[in-house]
């Protein structure tokens, strides 16, 4: 069964930094090169939100205007796993963060839609940015 598992998630003071990572269990013929990868958040009692995807081949990347210059996605093909940089964080930030991953094309018409992601979905790894 093809799996993603989130983790990094923390408690951290406004201006500092946590890595998340994504790992991606895939099951063949499929492997983790074959999905694109996002990130996604949730605060309370907002929707959820499109931070940031990268390609496929890892070349392209998106994120969402309020996160630009501040958090950098990336991917290991050796270790199946995706990663997301956060730098400079704010108490705004403070979300459950979630990884998942999509093979269709439509991913690539809105990438960072949550409904273009069907296939896999983790549980979410919690941030919290204290002022």
């Known amino acids: 069964q093809v799996q993603v598992e989130e983790s990094g998630g923390d408690l951290v003071q406004a201006g500092g930094s946590l890595r998340l990572s994504c790992i991606v269990s895939t099951v063949s013929p499929y492997s983790f090169d074959d999905y694109a990868m996002a990130w996604f958040r949730q605060a309370p009692g907002k929707e959820r939100e499109g931070v940031s995807c990268?390609?496929?081949?890892?070349?392209?990347?998106v994120y969402t205007d309020s996160v630009k210059g501040r958090f950098t996605i990336s991917r290991s093909y050796a270790k199946n796993t995706l990663y997301l940089q956060m730098n400079n964080l704010k108490p705004e930030d403070t979300a459950m963060y979630y990884c998942?991953?999509?093979?269709?094309?439509?991913?690539?018409?809105?990438?960072?839609?949550?409904?273009?992601?069907?296939?896999?979905w983790g549980q979410g790894t919690m941030v919290t940015v204290s002022s």
């Open positions: 998942a991953a999509d093979r269709s094309p439509a991913v690539r018409l809105d990438p960072l839609r949550a409904e273009n992601y069907r296939e896999l």
């Open positions: 990268i390609s496929w081949s890892g070349l392209d990347t």
